[in-house]
């Protein structure tokens, strides 16, 4: 009963801006959207979440768009460390629960 | 200083074994959870804690019971293992903030256990 898509999987050369999309179109006003990634079966490590404004850390940016159905997290300077699983998630406020999706697989390549 | 520590890393028993995982957090938080990873890398919440409290009890098999004696540990006890409990288990905790918009949960490095 994951409410968040995203692709199976994506490769990115190193250097470049890594763009991996987050389909969450039945997201309510109140849910908010988390991204973690796993590397190698380490646990999930938080990178960044946002409500409907744009959000930028020292790891990544996040866009959502106007309507908030989907989302974008771009890593802008991808290393071969960066090759992990990652999570979008989609929590409601006020909750503890989290509900993990299948989660996109990003081979960093050189 | 590890934030969240699990032990054992790893975790190989017969089938109708009694074993327990060890979990403590040592950021203060309030909250704790247990996460399960099967072998399709599916992660999915099956407990969670507040303040030794559980407020999260997803369908679980009654053999697993969860334990928190203070609010920085929490444990997980299963009794007669079955082969489908093979899998690893992620213990987290996070900061009580149900009221505001901040929630990060912070993961500790697992334990694999493997079911004979």
């Known amino acids: 009963d994951a409410k968040t898509t995203q692709p199976t999987s994506m490769d990115c050369a190193e250097g470049r801006a890594a763009n991996l999309p987050c389909n969450h179109s039945?997201?309510?006003?109140?849910?908010?959207v988390y991204w973690y990634r796993q590397i190698h079966s380490q646990g999930p490590q938080y990178i960044i979440h946002?409500?409907?404004n744009n959000e930028t850390n020292e790891m990544a940016s996040l866009i959502i768009t106007e309507d908030r159905k989907s989302s974008t997290l771009i890593l802008p300077h991808a290393t071969l460390r960066d090759t992990a699983v990652y999570y979008c998630?989609?929590?409601?406020?006020?909750?503890?629960?989290?509900?993990f999706g299948t989660g996109t697989r990003l081979k960093v390549l050189a | 200083d590890t934030a969240v520590s699990q032990t054992p890393k790893y975790l190989v028993t017969q089938m109708g074994n009694d074993k327990s995982i060890k979990c403590e957090q040592n950021?203060?938080?309030?909250?704790m959870y247990w996460y399960k990873q099967d072998s399709k890398k599916f992660l999915k919440i099956m407990f969670s804690?507040?303040?030794?409290?559980?407020?999260i009890n997803e369908t679980v098999p009654n053999r697993f019971s969860p334990k928190s004696p203070d609010k920085a540990h929490l444990n997980l006890h299963i009794n007669s293992l079955e082969l489908g409990d093979s899998a690893v288990y992620f213990c987290?905790?996070?900061?009580?903030?149900?009221?505001?918009?901040?929630?990060?949960?912070?993961f500790g490095p697992g334990t694999r256990l493997t079911v004979l």
């Open positions: 946002g409500l409907k």
């Open positions: 998630i989609v929590r409601v406020r006020g909750t503890y629960k989290y509900i």
């Open positions: 950021l203060g938080h309030d909250t």
């Open positions: 804690y507040n303040n030794k409290e559980l407020i």
């Open positions: 039945t997201i309510s006003g109140n849910e908010y």
């Open positions: 987290a905790s996070s900061q009580d903030q149900r009221g505001t918009s901040t929630d990060t949960q912070y």
